[in-house]
């Protein structure tokens, strides 16, 4: 049974590009979560999807959005690219049935230059 | 606002010698707490949880973590690390939106353990 997958694992990107992640939640798995952990931080809550609808949000500003498909694979878009934007951007899954556990995918690491 | 306290940055212990992790929380109602580890490069595995009920959870790889309401604390706990323990543990305490039926996690800024052989 495979885990949270995340790809790709690197990026690197230039100020004012955009940016597109993507993550498949563990099997039987509905809902997806997004962070964002920058160098020695703790994760950061930006968003959470289910059934397709952005349903809570973090103190991220609009140039982060995201998607969530029929399959309940997400991806994570970010525009206009900010040096502050570099960091690890971890993706989480739960299922409706238990939503206070969440299993973690490896993350993308995200190098904005 | 809600918010989660890893007092300790950096903490080195020997192989074999007991481990304790500090945490403390700010949140009004009654806090669900986690604690995860994060590997080098890796993602976040959770180790334990507590929502209710007994004070003294237990968790996989040894972990037990203690909530103490009169302290706001809920600290991790290990008798005897070993090597592969090494990693960055961070502690966490959900928020519940339950009009909107949604949660998120909030975490400290995490505590790297090192383990001297």
């Known amino acids: 049974d495979a885990g949270v997958t995340q790809s790709p694992t690197h990026l690197i990107k230039t100020r004012g590009q955009q940016v597109t992640l993507r993550c498949s939640p563990k099997?039987?798995?509905?809902?997806v979560s997004w962070y964002q952990q920058a160098l020695g931080q703790g994760p950061q809550f930006i968003f959470q999807?289910?059934?397709?609808?952005?349903?809570q949000r973090g103190n991220f500003p609009d140039r982060f959005s995201g998607h969530q498909f029929p399959n309940y694979s997400s991806e994570l878009n970010v525009n206009a690219l900010l040096l502050g934007d570099s960091a690890l951007y971890l993706c989480?899954?739960?299922?409706?049935?238990?939503?206070?556990?969440?299993?973690f995918g490896p993350g993308t690491r995200l190098t904005v230059t | 606002a809600q918010s989660v306290t890893q007092p300790d940055i950096h903490i080195t212990v020997s192989e074999g010698a007991s481990l304790e992790l500090r945490c403390n929380y700010s949140y009004g109602a009654t806090p669900y707490l986690f604690w995860y580890v994060q590997s080098p490069g890796q993602g976040l595995q959770l180790l334990l949880k507590y929502f209710s009920g007994d004070t003294l959870v237990q968790g996989i790889k040894g972990f037990e973590a203690e909530f103490k309401r009169s302290q706001s604390s809920f600290n991790l706990r290990k008798p005897s690390v070993h090597w592969s323990d090494a990693a960055e543990y961070f502690c966490a305490v959900v928020l519940l939106y339950s009009g909107a039926g949604s949660y998120q996690l909030t975490f400290g800024k995490g505590t790297k353990l090192s383990v001297i052989p």
């Open positions: 989480a899954s739960s299922p409706r049935s238990d939503l206070m556990v969440q299993y």
């Open positions: 999807y289910y059934e397709e609808e952005e349903r």
């Open positions: 099997s039987g798995h509905d809902t």
